[in-house]
C-alpha cells in the first residue's frame, strides 16, 4: 500500500488513493491532521502530535516544532538532554502517521509519496528521503507541494483546463506553481517560491504588534525561551481569530499576571504588510518564467492553512483581480493530491489516463572562469547547466576546457541559484576530476546534469579524449551517511520509547489541561488542576469506558474556558 | 526539426498546435517517466522542436531598438495601445464592477490614468516640447505610486511601458531608469542570470549615462564630438573641417562601442553611418596621406578621453617667457655684429613659436582604461568569422559548415577578411562587409532558389505580416511593401528567419539570377482565391489591389495574396513565387 503523506511545517496529513478517490486518514484522536510536533516526557517517552504541541507552551525546552526549517542544515534540536536532528524529528512525526495509516487501514503500510516544498533544494530533499527511511518507509517520490494541490484539484476534471496557479502559503514556505491540464496530463509550467516566508513569520509579526504596545511593568522581553513560545501561541490564536472577526484578543498568563490586548484587524494588516508584499515576487517569477498573463490564467488556488487570512486572500484578489478558488479545504489539498500520485505510482486503473510532469524550480550549474570583452578573466561566474523550470526528468551536457597550460586537475563547484557570481548561490558540492596534461584550453570535458522526477541531482564527468570516463555522484561536504550509517540510526529512533497509540488521546487531553492550567489564573487555575488531578486518578483504574467519559468530560469543560481546540 | 522527432510523436509533420500536444499526450501516457528517463527526454524534445517550428504562436513586439530584445513576460511589453483591457481610461477613476455577483461584489477595476503616460511621451518624442528631467522623473514615481500597481498585469504592463520606453527614448529618458529599476527591482542581486536583456541594456544605460556626464563635464573636447555625433551628419562642414575631427571621432565611436556600448544607441545613425563611410574613404586613400592618419590615430589613442592638465611649473614657464626679452636686450646692446643680431632674433623666434606650437605633456591620464588597439585586430579567418556568421543566423552556422556545403560563400567570406587583414582594418570593417555579403548571397539564394524555399520565405513574410497587423496595419502594409525602416523580429519569428536563412545560405547555389524590379503577372486563379481569403468583398478587395483603399485593407489583400500564392497548386505556384522573389 502506498501513501501519500504531507509533511508540513505546522501540520502533517496522511492520505490514501481508494476507490477512485483520495480521502485522508484520521489519526488515533479522530483528526485527519496532526500537529508536526515532538516532545519528550520526563521518562524520556516521546508524543507526536496535539500533545506535543500543547506541551510546547508548557515544556518548550523539551518540544520542538517547525522543524521542518531546519531540514538539510547540521542544526541538531535538543529536547532536554537528548539531541535529535531534524530528519529524525520528521522520521517520529512519519512514524506516527505510518502507525495511523496500518491502524486505519488494517494492513501495513511500507512505502509514501511524501510532499516537499517545489522550492526546496537537493540538500533538504535529499534530507526529506532519509527522514523517511529512517521511519520505515520507502520513499516512492517525493512531489512538489503546489504540484500536489494541483493534483487534488485537477483530478476531478478530465477535460482541458486553461493555466491555473497554485498558491500555496504554508506554515513555513510559500510556494507558486502554474499549472496546465491537457488531455489528462498535467503539466507544471514554472515554479517559484519563498523557503523563509509562512504563517510562522505572521506569528512573528503579530509578536512584535503586541510587544510594542506593552511597556514597563507588562513588558515582555524576547530574551526568554519559554515566553516566547507562550507568545508565539497566542499570536497563533490571536491571528486565527482575526479570520473570523475584525478585533481578536492577544492574551496570555506570565509570572502569574494575565495580559490582555485587543489586536485589530487593520493594524495587523499594517504590521504584515512587508510580508505580504514578499508575495509578489514568486508570483511575478512564475508568470514571467512560464509566459503567461493574468488574463490567461483560468483561476487562482489557495492552498496551505496560512491563506485563510484575509490579508492573504485580499492580497491575492487585488493581485489578479479576481476571487481566489479554495473549494479544497487549504490545509488537505497538498495530502490528497499526495494520494494522488501514490495511486498512480501504484498504477491505479482509474488513474491510467493521466500522467503528471514537473519543473525544477532552480538553475543548476557550475562554477567557471570568464573572458571578458576587454580580455580580463573572472573566476567564479555562475555557468548554468539546467535552467530552471526546465521540464524534469532532464539531462543536459556542457562541455569544459582548462584555463592553464598543464593543468593536473578540473575542480567542478555545483551551485544552484540565479546569481551571476557564485558566492550569491547554494552550493550544492564539489567535484573534481583529473586531467592530462595539455595545453589550457585544448581538453574537453563533458560535464553531465542529471535531474530526476524527484528533484535530486547526479553530476557525470567524462572525458571523451582519455575514453575514460568516469562516473563521480555529488557528495556534501557534510556527512552523507551510507546506508549502514542511516539503519543505525534507524535502529536508534526505534529503541524510543513511544507512547503507545491507544493512549495518545489520554495524552492528548492532559497536554491540554496542563497548558490551560499555565494560562489561566485564580479560580479556573484551581479548577482545571482538580479536573487534572481526577482525571490521572481514573487514567489508573484502567477501566476504558470511565476513561473515556472522564475525558471527554474535561474536553468539554477546556472548550467552554478557551474554545474550541483548534489545529 | 527531423524526421526521427516526428517519428517520436507519431504523428506527421504539421504545424497544428494543437495536434502536437495531443500527439505528446497520446505517447507520454504510454511511457513512464521514472522507469525510463530517456524515453521521456526524448518524447519532450521534440515536442519542443515541434512546436517551437510553428508559426502560429503569436507575439507582439515593442519596437524597440535592435539590441533591445523584448523579453518580458508574454505578451512582452505589449504596445501600448495593443490591449484593450489595459487601454488607460482617460482621467477615469477607480470604477466598482458593471453587474454586481450573486453572492458579493466582483473585486474592483482598478484604472489607470492615462495623462502621465502621455506626458511621458510628448516630453520625450515630440520636438515642440522641452524634455524636462526632473518632471521626466516625478512622472515615473508617481506613476510607480499608483494603487492599481498592485494588478500584477497592470504591473507587468507598466514595466514593460518603462523599459520600452526607456530604451527607445535614450538618451533623454536617462532620468527614469533610477525610479524604475528600484521599483521593479531591476538590478536586484541573485537574479541576472534570467533576466531579460532589456533590462541588462537599460541596467548598462545606467552605468553609462554615469559615464556621459562624467565625460561631459570633464572633457570638453570630446563633449563637443558626442553632442555632434546626436545631431544629423555634417554635410555643411568643409573637407578640411571633417578631416580633423575625422581620428577623434573614430576614437569616440571605437571607445564606446568597446566599453560603453549603449552609448551608440543614443547617436544618431545617420550621422554614424556618414562617418563610417569616412573612415573607410580615408583608409582608402594614398599611402602618405594613409601614414599620416595612422600616426595621428597613435598619438589620439595614447592621448586618451580626458584633457591634459597643464604642469603648473611656474617658474621655468616665467623664465622661459622672460629670455627672449634678455636675449633680444642683450642683442640690442651695441657691439653685435649685424648677422649676430639677425642669428639671435632669428632663434629667438624660432623657440618662441616652438613654445606655442608643441603639445604640452600630458599628465597622469584620469582613471580611463587604456584601450587595446590590438584587441580590435584581426586575428585569423577561423576566430573572425565565426561570431559574426553566429549573429547574423543563429550558432548553428558554423564556418565548417559553409566550408563542406557553400564552398564558394565560404571562399568569398574568407577572401573578404583577406583582404581587410591586408589593409590592417579592424573588427567592425570586418562586421560590415561579412554583413553585405551575407545579405547579397542571401537574396540571391532567395531569387535563385527552389520551390520549397520560396514558399517557406513567403510563408514566413506572412507570419511577420500578420503579427505587424495585429498591432498597427499601417506598419503591416508598409512592411509588405518593402518600406518599413529597422525591422525588429520578435523571438519565435526571429528562429524561423534564422533557421531559413541558414538553409538557404548552406544551399549551395548554381545560378543566381540578377536581381529584377517590375511587374509580373499574378494568375486569375490566385487572384480569385486571394478575395476568397481575405474576406472583404470583391469591390473593396479590387480597390486595394490599385492601393486605393485603407492601410488595413492593403494589408489584407497583401497578406491574401501570398497566402494563395503558396497555396496555389505546384504548376502555377512555382513560377508565380519565383517571380514574387526575383525582387528580393
Known amino acids: 500500500m502506498i501513501v501519500g503523506i504531507d509533511l508540513g511545517t505546522t501540520n502533517s496529513a496522511v492520505a490514501i488513493w481508494r476507490d477512485g478517490a483520495a480521502s485522508l486518514i484520521p489519526n488515533s484522536l479522530g483528526d485527519v491532521l496532526t500537529p508536526s510536533a515532538v516532545s519528550m516526557t520526563e521518562d524520556g517517552t516521546i508524543l507526536v502530535g496535539v500533545a506535543a504541541r500543547d506541551r510546547q507552551s508548557t515544556h518548550p525546552a523539551l518540544t520542538a516544532t517547525a522543524f521542518k526549517r531546519l531540514m538539510g542544515a547540521q542544526k541538531p534540536v535538543m529536547l532536554g538532554r537528548t539531541r535529535f536532528s531534524a530528519e529524525e524529528l520528521s522520521a517520529l512525526v512519519l512514524r506516527s502517521l505510518k502507525a495511523d495509516a496500518e491502524a486505519y487501514l488494517g494492513e501495513p503500510v511500507e512505502s509514501a509519496v511524501i510532499t516537499v516544498p517545489a522550492y526546496f533544494n ?24 503546489p504540484t500536489a494541490a494541483a493534483l487534488a484539484h485537477g483530478i476531478h476534471q478530465r477535460e482541458d483546463k486553461e493555466p491555473f496557479l497554485v498558491f500555496d502559503l504554508g506554515g513555513g514556505t510559500f510556494d507558486v506553481s502554474i499549472v496546465e491540464i491537457f488531455d489528462g496530463i498535467i503539466e507544471v509550467r514554472a515554479s517559484a517560491g519563498d523557503n523563509r516566508l509562512g504563517g510562522e513569520d505572521f506569528n512573528d509579526v503579530m509578536v512584535e504588534l503586541v510587544r510594542g504596545q506593552l511597556k514597563g511593568v507588562d513588558a515582555l522581553p524576547l530574551s526568554n525561551s519559554e515566553l516566547r513560545e507562550i507568545m508565539r501561541a497566542a499570536a497563533e490564536r490571536t491571528r486565527r481569530g482575526l479570520t473570523e472577526a475584525d478585533t481578536a484578543p492577544f492574551s496570555l498568563v506570565w509570572k502569574g499576571r494575565e495580559i490582555r490586548r485587543d489586536v485589530r484587524a487593520d493594524a495587523f494588516a499594517e504590521a504584515a504588510a512587508g510580508l505580504i ?47 481566489p478558488n479554495a473549494s479544497i479545504d487549504p490545509d488537505h489539498a497538498v495530502a490528497m493530491g499526495a494520494a494522488v500520485q501514490a495511486g498512480l505510482k501504484a498504477r491505479d486503473s482509474a488513474l491510467e489516463e493521466i500522467r503528471l510532469t514537473d519543473v525544477c524550480p532552480f538553475t543548476l550549474g557550475v562554477d567557471t572562469v570568464e573572458f571578458d570583452r576587454l580580455g580580463r578573466m573572472h573566476s567564479g561566474v555562475f555557468c548554468p547547466i539546467i535552467e530552471r523550470n526546465t521540464v524534469i526528468p532532464a539531462s543536459r551536457v556542457h562541455v569544459f576546457s582548462t584555463v592553464r597550460d598543464n593543468q593536473p586537475v578540473v575542480e567542478f563547484g555545483v551551485y544552484q541559484g540565479e546569481a551571476r557570481q557564485v558566492d550569491a548561490n547554494v552550493k550544492l558540492g564539489q567535484l573534481s576530476i583529473p586531467v592530462p596534461p595539455r595545453p589550457a584550453g585544448t581538453v574537453r570535458i563533458d560535464c553531465r546534469f542529471s535531474y530526476d522526477v524527484s528533484g535530486l541531482l547526479e553530476v557525470d564527468l567524462t572525458i571523451p579524449e582519455t575514453g575514460a570516463s568516469k562516473q563521480l555522484v555529488i557528495c556534501d561536504d557534510a556527512d552523507a551517511p551510507d546506508d549502514a550509517a542511516i539503519a543505525a540510526r534507524r535502529e536508534v529512533l526505534a529503541a524510543l520509547k513511544v507512547h503507545p497509540r491507544e493512549d495518545a488521546a489520554n495524552a492528548a487531553t492532559l497536554a491540554r489541561a496542563e497548558r490551560c492550567y499555565e494560562a489561566f489564573l485564580g479560580e479556573r487555575r484551581d479548577h482545571i488542576g482538580q479536573m487534572i488531578i481526577g482525571f490521572e486518578g481514573v487514567l489508573q483504574k484502567q477501566d476504558p469506558k470511565q476513561i473515556k467519559e472522564a475525558r471527554d468530560e474535561i474536553e468539554r469543560q477546556l472548550d467552554a474556558l478557551e474554545g474550541e481546540r483548534f489545529l | 526539426m527531423t524526421g526521427e522527432d516526428w517519428t517520436e510523436l507519431g504523428l506527421a509533420p504539421t504545424a497544428d498546435h494543437r495536434e502536437i500536444r495531443k500527439a505528446y499526450a497520446r505517447r507520454l501516457k504510454t511511457i513512464d517517466p521514472e522507469a525510463d528517463p530517456d524515453a521521456f527526454i526524448r518524447l519532450r524534445t521534440a515536442r519542443d522542436r515541434a512546436l517551437s517550428q510553428d508559426p502560429d504562436r503569436q507575439f507582439a513586439v515593442t519596437g524597440a531598438r535592435t539590441d533591445a530584445e523584448a523579453a518580458m513576460g508574454v505578451g512582452n511589453g505589449e504596445a501600448p495601445d495593443a490591449d484593450p483591457n489595459l487601454e488607460p481610461a482617460a482621467d477615469a477613476e477607480v470604477q466598482p464592477a458593471a453587474a454586481p455577483d450573486t453572492s458579493e461584489e466582483a473585486p474592483p477595476e482598478p484604472v489607470l490614468l492615462a495623462a502621465p503616460f502621455q506626458r511621458i511621451e510628448s516630453l520625450l518624442f515630440d520636438p515642440d516640447v522641452r524634455p524636462d528631467p526632473i518632471e521626466l522623473q516625478q512622472i515615473v514615481t508617481e506613476i510607480l505610486a499608483d494603487p492599481a500597481l498592485e494588478r500584477i498585469d497592470i504591473a507587468q504592463w507598466v514595466e514593460g511601458f518603462l523599459a520600452d520606453t526607456i530604451v527607445r527614448g535614450t538618451p533623454l529618458s536617462d532620468p527614469m531608469i533610477d525610479p524604475a529599476a528600484a521599483h521593479f527591482g531591476w538590478g536586484q542581486d541573485g537574479n541576472q542570470i534570467s533576466r531579460p536583456p532589456i533590462i541588462d541594456w537599460i541596467l548598462q544605460r545606467r552605468e553609462d549615462s554615469i559615464f556621459e556626464a562624467g565625460l561631459i563635464a570633464g572633457s570638453p573636447e570630446y563633449a563637443t564630438i558626442l553632442h555632434a555625433l546626436r545631431a544629423p551628419p555634417p554635410t555643411q562642414l568643409g573637407e578640411r573641417q571633417v578631416r580633423r575631427q575625422s581620428v577623434r571621432v573614430e576614437y569616440l565611436l571605437s571607445y564606446f562601442q568597446t566599453l560603453h556600448p549603449t552609448m551608440l544607441a543614443t547617436l544618431d545613425q545617420q550621422s554614424i553611418q556618414f562617418w563610417s563611410d569616412r573612415f573607410v574613404a580615408e583608409g582608402a586613400g594614398n599611402g602618405f596621406a594613409r601614414k599620416l592618419r595612422e600616426w595621428e590615430k597613435d598619438r589620439i589613442w595614447k592621448r586618451g578621453l580626458w584633457p591634459v592638465e597643464r604642469r603648473g611649473d611656474w617658474l621655468i614657464a616665467l623664465c622661459i617667457f622672460l629670455m627672449p626679452y634678455l636675449f633680444a636686450w642683450a642683442l640690442l646692446r651695441p657691439g653685435y655684429s649685424r648677422v649676430a643680431r639677425f642669428v639671435g632674433f632669428g632663434w629667438m623666434i624660432l623657440v618662441v613659436a616652438a613654445m606655442l606650437t608643441n603639445p604640452d605633456k600630458p599628465s597622469e591620464l584620469k582613471e580611463a582604461p587604456a584601450l587595446d588597439l590590438e584587441r580590435t585586430r584581426l586575428v585569423s579567418s577561423e576566430h573572425d568569422l565565426p561570431p559574426l556568421l553566429s549573429d547574423y543566423a543563429g550558432p548553428e552556422l558554423t564556418l565548417g559548415a559553409m566550408k563542406t556545403r557553400n564552398k564558394p560563400l565560404h571562399d568569398l567570406l574568407v577572401q573578404r577578411w583577406t583582404a581587410l587583414r591586408a589593409g590592417d582594418r579592424r573588427t567592425w570593417d570586418l562586421e560590415r562587409s561579412v554583413r553585405e555579403t551575407l545579405n547579397d548571397a542571401l537574396g540571391a539564394g532567395l531569387r535563385g532558389g527552389e520551390y520549397d524555399i520560396h514558399r517557406r520565405f513567403w510563408q514566413f513574410r506572412v507570419d511577420r505580416a500578420r503579427t505587424f497587423q495585429q498591432e498597427d496595419a499601417a506598419k503591416c502594409d508598409a512592411f509588405l511593401e518593402g518600406t518599413l525602416p529597422g525591422q525588429v523580429f520578435p523571438p519565435e519569428i526571429e528562429e524561423e528567419r534564422r533557421a531559413l536563412v541558414r538553409e538557404v545560405l548552406l544551399r549551395p547555389l548554381s545560378n543566381a539570377p540578377p536581381r529584377r524590379t517590375g511587374t509580373y503577372r499574378i494568375p486569375g486563379s490566385v487572384v480569385a482565391d486571394a478575395r476568397a481569403l481575405s474576406k472583404l468583398g470583391a469591390p473593396r478587395f479590387d480597390a486595394a489591389l490599385e492601393r486605393r483603399g485603407t492601410a ?20 502555377v505556384g512555382r513560377t508565380l513565387l519565383k517571380d514574387m522573389s526575383s525582387a528580393l
Open chain 1, 277 to 323: 508584499a514578499r508575495l509578489r515576487e514568486p508570483v511575478l517569477r512564475s508568470m514571467r518564467d512560464s509566459g503567461i498573463r493574468t488574463e490567461q490564467l483560468s483561476e487562482v488556488i489557495l492552498v496551505g492553512g496560512a491563506t485563510r487570512m484575509p490579508i492573504v486572500r485580499r492580497a491575492v484578489t487585488r493581485m489578479f483581480g479576481r476571487f
Open chain 2, 552 to 571: 488595413a485593407e492593403h494589408c489584407a489583400v497583401g497578406i491574401a495574396l501570398i497566402e494563395a500564392a503558396i497555396s496555389a497548386p505546384r504548376k
Open chain 1, 122 to 145: 537537493d540538500r533538504q530533499r535529499k534530507a526529506t528521503r532519509r527522514a523517511g527511511e529512517l521511519a520505515g518507509l520507502r520513499v516512492e517520490r517525493l512531489l512538489n507541494e
